[in-house]
T-cell receptor, first 114, second 112 residues
Framework: GAVVSQHPSWVICKSGTSVKIECRSL??????MFWYRQFPKQSLMLMAT?????????EQGVEKDKFLINHASLTLSTLTVTSAHPEDSSFYIC??????????FGQGTRLTVV | RKEVEQDPGPFNVPEGATVAFNCTYS??????FFWYRQDCRKEPKLLMS???SGNEDGRFTAQLNRASQYISLLIRDSKLSDSATYLC?????????????FGSGTRLLVRP
């Protein structure tokens, strides 16, 4: 099946710093990728839809200036959490769909802000 | 009303039991449907797609009722390793740039 790779799998950072998370589609081109956040014991929450070559579409309540998304190529989308705070600590997951199929997920990034 | 609704559970069942999960969706024009499994602190993984005629994969059976906008997953002969959260997922469009709609998940605990 299709493979989506996410990096890093975990990161600890100091409050106020920025963290970049990468999401790559390894064997297919993804014009669209999706970024989710999941707090402990809660469901996946879609944050934004990343569009190759254009601006991301953010879900209601997600600050676009805090969660910067760049989708500069057909195989790479990045999510940068800017000026991270402890409340941003969460599990961030990306996904993509090759053609009209199911979604494949990256392995997720566990962010801890101290 | 949520676009995809599931009973959050948890369902606590003994090994060998049969357990069924239900899911309803609000968009009658939805195109395709899936069940995903998510283990604790891991990414979701596709368990099976759901077809109009119903489909089976080993101990797992999925069914779709478009008229009632209802999807089900049946797990027979539960194993300890089936303990996980099961996510009902609806595809509103064949366009792959469209986001899939996830239910909040049903948690299953299989006990010895």
């Amino acid at each position: 099946g299709a493979v989506v790779s996410q990096h890093p799998s975990w990161v600890i950072c100091k409050s106020g710093t920025s963290v970049k998370i990468e999401c790559r589609s390894l064997d297919f081109q993804a014009t669209t990728m999706f970024w989710y956040r999941q707090f402990p014991k809660q469901s996946l929450m879609l944050m934004a839809t990343s569009n190759e070559g254009s601006k991301a579409t953010y879900e209601q309540g997600v600050e676009k200036d805090k969660f910067l998304i760049n989708h500069a190529s057909l195989t790479l989308s990045t999510l940068t959490v800017t000026s991270a705070h402890p409340e941003d600590s969460s599990f961030y997951i990306c996904s993509a769909r090759p053609r009209n199929t199911e979604a494949f997920f990256g392995q997720g990034t566990r962010l801890t802000v101290v | 009303r949520k676009e995809v609704e599931q009973d959050p559970g948890p369902f606590n069942v003994p090994e060998g039991a049969t357990v069924a999960f239900n899911c309803t969706y609000s968009n009658s024009a939805s195109q395709s449907f899936f069940w995903y499994r998510q283990d604790c602190r891991k990414e979701p993984k596709l368990l099976m797609s759901v077809y109009s005629s119903g489909n089976e994969d080993g101990r797992f059976t999925a069914q779709l009722n478009r008229a009632s906008q209802y999807i089900s997953l049946l797990i027979r002969d539960s194993k300890l390793s089936d303990s996980a959260t099961y996510l009902c997922v609806v595809n509103p469009s064949w366009d792959s740039s469209y986001k899939l709609i996830f239910g909040s998940g049903t948690r299953l605990l299989v006990r010895p």
